[in-house]
């Protein structure tokens, strides 16, 4: 997300414009978020997922999965989008 950097500009217009005097966001550290890894969704996952509603923040389709999906969708007319 861009949240910092939009504040920042915005704060800046506003100094630019006289509203305000400094930008307060000026010097700001903010810790970088961690960004989660991607897993493949393995039986154990889809058993969990399935029993549990646990899943992971970013998972992935293997490539029969993938093939499954598109042969399911296969007569949608959105096919091509996915």
């Not at 939009?6 to 550290?29: D, F, K, Q």
């Amino acid at each position: 997300m861009r949240i910092r950097a939009t504040l920042r500009t915005a704060l800046n217009t506003a100094v630019r414009a006289r509203l305000i005097p400094v930008n307060p966001a000026n010097g700001a550290e903010l810790p970088r978020p961690r960004r989660p890894h991607p897993v493949i969704w393995t039986a154990g996952r889809t058993a969990r997922w399935q029993q549990a509603g646990e899943r992971p923040a970013v998972a992935v389709w293997t490539e029969q999965q993938l093939a499954a999906f598109l042969a399911g969708v296969a007569q949608d007319g959105l096919y091509a989008a996915w």
